[in-house]
T-cell receptor, first 115, second 112 residues
């Protein structure tokens, strides 16, 4: 297992289009997180899954955003009707149940540019 | 989760120890101190965490004051590859939320 994988690494899309990102966590990690990061800021929490259950969503996650983790393994984050303000790095992280001892492992992110 | 305060930026000479401070004066008894770093264009990387005892691993040492209101991350021999944004985060383990809340961190620039 080589860590948390995110695909694509970069995405350029026109305003109004839909985009979908994929995250493959470390296989034995049952917790998965999505974050968004804009230039000069720290990552902002978007949502959290434990296995296939989405247990927490940030107010940042508007109705245009949806995340799924259908079988408790990989996850997808979809943004509908993209806006220029959605341009950011989207980061995925995973952790085992006993995250006290291990922290999170982050992927390298998907950089979205909305033109 | 308690709020943290870090300097915006710091410089360090290559080969010297880098000492990164963090204030967390409102930390609760069940909150851990976590440190992550983010090298340009990569995701954050876990470094170390602790509750009240000093901790050391292969990457760094974490010194937590006795009153737990502040801590210092020490990189004993900084290299150019340690240039990154360092985030200090406090979080309760097993609390209602499992998320990490990042601030803006400290940009450490290691100079040759």
């Amino acid at each position: 297992d080589t860590g948390v994988s995110q695909d694509p690494r970069h995405k350029i899309t026109k305003r109004g289009q839909n985009v979908t990102f994929r995250c493959d966590p470390i296989s034995e990690h049952n917790r998965l997180y999505w974050y968004r990061q804009t230039l000069g800021q720290g990552p902002e929490f978007l949502t959290y899954f434990q296995n296939e259950a989405q247990l927490e969503k940030s107010r940042l996650l508007s109705d245009r955003f949806s995340a799924e983790r259908p079988k408790g393994s990989f996850s997808t984050l979809e943004i509908q009707r993209t806006e220029q303000g959605d341009s950011a790095m989207y980061l995925c992280a995973s952790s085992p149940a006993n995250q006290r001892d291990y922290g999170y492992t982050f992927g390298s992110g998907t950089r979205l540019t909305v033109v | 989760d308690a709020k943290t305060t870090q300097p915006t930026s710091m410089d360090c000479a290559e080969g010297r120890a880098a000492n990164l401070p963090c204030n967390h004066s409102t930390i609760s008894g069940n909150e851990y101190v976590y440190w992550y770093r983010q090298i340009h264009s990569q995701g954050p990387q876990y470094i170390i965490h602790g509750l009240k005892n000093n901790e050391t691993n292969e990457m760094a040492s974490l010194i937590i004051t006795e009153d737990r209101k502040s801590s210092t991350l020490i990189l004993p021999h900084a290299t150019l590859r340690d240039t990154a944004v360092y985030y200090c985060i406090v979080r309760a383990y097993g609390g209602a939320t499992n998320k990490l809340i990042f601030g803006t961190g400290t940009l450490l620039a290691v100079q040759p």
